[in-house]
C-alpha cells in the first residue's frame, strides 16, 4: 500500500478541519503560556549596562523581526506549492498567511523604532536593514492589494503567487544586509554568543512564544477561510437552484 | 523565432511612434515634475544640485511606470495576445520582446532628456556622465521588473495604480544603487564603480526574472 506524506494527507479540507480542530487549542494554549513566560523572565531581567531598561523591548522587537521573515517564507512555500503541486490547501494558507506577516513586519518597525528613539536617538533611519524590512512590508501590501482586486479567487490566488515569489528576493537581502552595508543596525549576535544567558533565556521562550502564536493564529485565519469557501459554494448553490425552479415554473 | 520576436518589437516600437501620446506622455511628465521641484523646493541652487541626482531618478521611475500597464493591456482588447501565446515563439520570449520594446521606447528617450533637466537642477557638471551611464544601465530593470506588474494586473480593477503598489517596491534596490553611483560622483566619495556594478547587476537578473514571471502569469489568465 502506498504511504502517503503529510501533505497529501492535509489535501482533504475536511481532514484538515478534524485535525486543526483537535490541535488549536493546545497550540493556542502553549503559545500563551509561552509568551506569558517570557515576559515574566523578560521583566526580572537587570537593565543592560549600555541600553538600560529599553533592551526589554528586544524580547518582542527580535522574534517579531524573525516571524516577518518566517512569514514570508511561510508564503513563498505555500505559493510554489500552489503553482507546483496544485495543493488545494496551499492557496488558503498563502492567503492567510500574508495578513498575519504584515502585522509582524509593522510590529517589528514600530518597536524597532521605539528602541531607536532612546539607543539611537532617531525613531528612524535609512539604514539597510531597516530599508529592507520596509521593502518587506511593501510587498505584503502588494500581495493583499492584487489579491483584493481580482474577482476570480482561484485567478487571484495563482497571480499572488507569482508576485510572492519573484518577491523571495527581498529575504536574503534582509538577512545579510547587516552584513553588507555596515551601516546603523547591528549584526545579528543571538546564535553567536553574543547574548549573555540572562537577556539570551527570554528572548529564546519569548521568540518560541511568538512562533507558536503565529502557527495559532495561521491555522484559525485557514480554518475560516475554508469555512468562509464553503459558505460562498452553498451560496452559489442556492442560487444556481433557485433559478432552475423558476425556469421550470416559467 | 528571432526574426518574430524582431517583428514584435519593430511592430511595438512602430505603434509607440504612430499610435502617439505614449513616448510624448512620458516625456512632458518627466519634464513637467522636474519643473515642479525648484517651485516648491524654491530656487536655492546649492539645494537644488545636491538632491538633483535623487529627484532625477525618482521622477523616470514615475513617468517610466505610466507607460506600463499599457504594456500587454492593448494586445489582450483586441485578442492579439493570443495569437502571441499560440504563435511559435515561446511567451517568455514575447514578453522579453515586449519589455525590450518598452525599454527602448521610454527608458532611453527618458534617459536622453535626463541631461537637459539636470541643467533646470544644477547638476554639477561631472555628474552628467555617470547620470547617463547609470540610468542606461538601470532602466532595463525599469521595463523588465515592470513587465512583470503590467502582466500581473492585466485583469485587475484599477489596473494602473495597483501597478505603481507592485512594482515600486521592487524598483527599490535600482533607485538606491543608481542614486548611490552618481551622489559618489557629485560628492567626490568615490564609490562609484562598486554602485554601478551592482546596479547592472539588478538589471542583468531582471532581464532574467521579469520575463519569466510575466509570461507566467500571462499564461494564468490566458486559460
Same mark, same amino acid.
Given at each position: 500500500?502506498?504511504?502517503?506524506?503529510?501533505?497529501?494527507?492535509?489535501?482533504?479540507?475536511?481532514?484538515?478541519?478534524?485535525?486543526?480542530?483537535?490541535?488549536?487549542?493546545?497550540?493556542?494554549?502553549?503559545?500563551?503560556?509561552?509568551?506569558?513566560?517570557?515576559?515574566?523572565?523578560?521583566?526580572?531581567?537587570?537593565?543592560?549596562?549600555?541600553?538600560?531598561?529599553?533592551?526589554?523591548?528586544?524580547?518582542?522587537?527580535?522574534?517579531?523581526?524573525?516571524?516577518?521573515?518566517?512569514?514570508?517564507?511561510?508564503?513563498?512555500?505555500?505559493?510554489?506549492?500552489?503553482?507546483?503541486?496544485?495543493?488545494?490547501?496551499?492557496?488558503?494558507?498563502?492567503?492567510?498567511?500574508?495578513?498575519?506577516?504584515?502585522?509582524?513586519?509593522?510590529?517589528?518597525?514600530?518597536?524597532?523604532?521605539?528602541?531607536?528613539?532612546?539607543?539611537?536617538?532617531?525613531?528612524?533611519?535609512?539604514?539597510?536593514?531597516?530599508?529592507?524590512?520596509?521593502?518587506?512590508?511593501?510587498?505584503?501590501?502588494?500581495?493583499?492589494?492584487?489579491?483584493?482586486?481580482?474577482?476570480?479567487?482561484?485567478?487571484?490566488?495563482?497571480?499572488?503567487?507569482?508576485?510572492?515569489?519573484?518577491?523571495?528576493?527581498?529575504?536574503?537581502?534582509?538577512?545579510?544586509?547587516?552584513?553588507?552595508?555596515?551601516?546603523?543596525?547591528?549584526?545579528?549576535?543571538?546564535?553567536?554568543?553574543?547574548?549573555?544567558?540572562?537577556?539570551?533565556?527570554?528572548?529564546?521562550?519569548?521568540?518560541?512564544?511568538?512562533?507558536?502564536?503565529?502557527?495559532?493564529?495561521?491555522?484559525?485565519?485557514?480554518?475560516?477561510?475554508?469555512?468562509?469557501?464553503?459558505?460562498?459554494?452553498?451560496?452559489?448553490?442556492?442560487?444556481?437552484?433557485?433559478?432552475?425552479?423558476?425556469?421550470?415554473?416559467? | 523565432?528571432?526574426?518574430?520576436?524582431?517583428?514584435?518589437?519593430?511592430?511595438?516600437?512602430?505603434?509607440?511612434?504612430?499610435?502617439?501620446?505614449?513616448?510624448?506622455?512620458?516625456?512632458?511628465?518627466?519634464?513637467?515634475?522636474?519643473?515642479?521641484?525648484?517651485?516648491?523646493?524654491?530656487?536655492?541652487?546649492?539645494?537644488?544640485?545636491?538632491?538633483?541626482?535623487?529627484?532625477?531618478?525618482?521622477?523616470?521611475?514615475?513617468?517610466?511606470?505610466?507607460?506600463?500597464?499599457?504594456?500587454?493591456?492593448?494586445?489582450?482588447?483586441?485578442?492579439?495576445?493570443?495569437?502571441?501565446?499560440?504563435?511559435?515563439?515561446?511567451?517568455?520570449?514575447?514578453?522579453?520582446?515586449?519589455?525590450?520594446?518598452?525599454?527602448?521606447?521610454?527608458?532611453?528617450?527618458?534617459?536622453?532628456?535626463?541631461?537637459?533637466?539636470?541643467?533646470? #537642477?544644477? +547638476?554639477?557638471?561631472?555628474?552628467? *556622465?555617470? =547620470?547617463?551611464?547609470?540610468? /542606461? !544601465?538601470?532602466?532595463? &530593470? @525599469?521595463?523588465?521588473?515592470?513587465?512583470?506588474?503590467?502582466?500581473?494586473?492585466?485583469?485587475?480593477?484599477?489596473?494602473?495604480?495597483?501597478?505603481?503598489?507592485?512594482?515600486?517596491?521592487?524598483?527599490?534596490?535600482?533607485?538606491?544603487?543608481?542614486?548611490?553611483?552618481?551622489?559618489?560622483?557629485?560628492?567626490?566619495?568615490?564609490?562609484?564603480?562598486?554602485?554601478? #556594478?551592482? +546596479?547592472?547587476?539588478?538589471?542583468? *537578473?531582471? =532581464?532574467?526574472?521579469?520575463? /519569466? !514571471?510575466?509570461?507566467? &502569469? @500571462?499564461?494564468?489568465?490566458?486559460?
Amino acid at each position: 500500500m502506498q504511504t502517503q506524506s503529510i501533505t497529501q494527507k492535509l489535501a482533504n479540507p475536511t481532514r484538515f478541519m478534524y485535525l486543526s480542530g483537535k490541535i488549536l487549542p493546545w497550540l493556542a494554549g502553549a503559545a500563551l503560556l509561552c509568551i506569558a513566560y517570557g515576559v515574566l523572565l523578560g521583566f526580572q531581567t537587570p537593565p543592560d549596562y549600555q541600553q538600560g531598561e529599553t533592551v526589554k523591548i528586544m524580547f518582542i522587537h527580535v522574534p517579531a523581526a524573525w516571524l516577518a521573515m518566517m512569514g514570508y517564507g511561510l508564503v513563498a512555500v505555500s505559493s510554489f506549492g500552489l503553482l507546483v503541486f496544485r495543493h488545494p490547501l496551499a492557496d488558503v494558507s498563502a492567503k492567510s498567511a500574508a495578513p498575519i506577516g504584515a502585522a509582524f513586519t509593522l510590529l517589528a518597525l514600530v518597536t524597532g523604532s521605539l528602541w531607536g528613539k532612546p539607543t539611537w536617538g532617531t525613531y528612524w533611519q535609512w539604514d539597510a536593514r531597516m530599508t529592507s524590512v520596509l521593502i518587506l512590508f511593501f510587498l505584503y501590501l502588494g500581495l493583499m492589494a492584487l489579491r483584493s482586486s481580482l474577482e476570480d479567487e482561484a485567478l487571484a490566488g495563482k497571480l499572488s503567487a507569482v508576485l510572492a515569489l519573484v518577491g523571495v528576493i527581498i529575504l536574503p537581502v534582509i538577512k545579510f544586509s547587516v552584513d553588507w552595508w555596515n551601516t546603523l543596525h547591528q549584526p545579528a549576535g543571538v546564535m553567536k554568543g553574543a547574548l549573555d544567558p540572562v537577556f539570551l533565556q527570554p528572548l529564546l521562550i519569548s521568540a518560541i512564544g511568538f512562533s507558536l502564536a503565529f502557527f495559532a493564529l495561521h491555522m484559525q485565519a485557514m480554518r475560516n477561510e475554508i469555512l468562509r469557501r464553503r459558505v460562498k459554494a452553498r451560496q452559489v448553490m442556492e442560487v444556481d437552484r433557485a433559478s432552475h425552479e423558476q425556469g421550470a415554473q416559467a | 523565432m528571432t526574426q518574430t520576436l524582431l517583428a514584435l518589437v519593430g511592430r511595438d516600437l512602430r505603434l509607440a511612434v504612430r499610435e502617439g501620446g505614449a513616448i510624448g506622455t512620458a516625456l512632458g511628465f518627466y519634464l513637467i515634475v522636474v519643473t515642479m521641484l525648484p517651485l516648491g523646493l524654491g530656487p536655492d541652487l546649492k539645494l537644488l544640485s545636491k538632491i538633483a541626482p535623487g529627484m532625477l531618478w525618482i521622477a523616470l521611475l514615475l513617468a517610466a511606470l505610466l507607460s506600463l500597464n499599457r504594456m500587454f493591456e492593448a494586445d489582450d482588447e483586441d485578442g492579439s495576445l493570443d495569437v502571441l501565446a499560440t504563435g511559435p515563439a515561446p511567451l517568455e520570449a514575447v514578453t522579453a520582446a515586449k519589455a525590450l520594446a518598452h525599454w527602448i521606447s521610454t527608458g532611453i528617450p527618458l534617459t536622453l532628456l535626463a541631461p537637459l533637466l539636470g541643467l533646470l #537642477l544644477n +547638476l554639477d557638471l561631472e555628474a552628467y *556622465g555617470p =547620470l547617463m551611464a547609470t540610468m /542606461l !544601465a538601470g532602466t532595463p &530593470a @525599469i521595463s523588465f521588473l515592470g513587465s512583470v506588474g503590467a502582466a500581473l494586473t492585466l485583469k485587475a480593477r484599477r489596473g494602473g495604480l495597483l501597478v505603481a503598489l507592485l512594482v515600486l517596491p521592487l524598483y527599490i534596490p535600482t533607485l538606491i544603487f543608481g542614486i548611490s553611483a552618481v551622489s559618489a560622483v557629485v560628492l567626490d566619495t568615490g564609490g562609484f564603480k562598486p554602485a554601478f #556594478l551592482i +546596479l547592472s547587476a539588478i538589471s542583468l *537578473g531582471s =532581464l532574467v526574472i521579469g520575463p /519569466l !514571471a510575466a509570461a507566467a &502569469a @500571462i499564461r494564468l489568465q490566458l486559460q
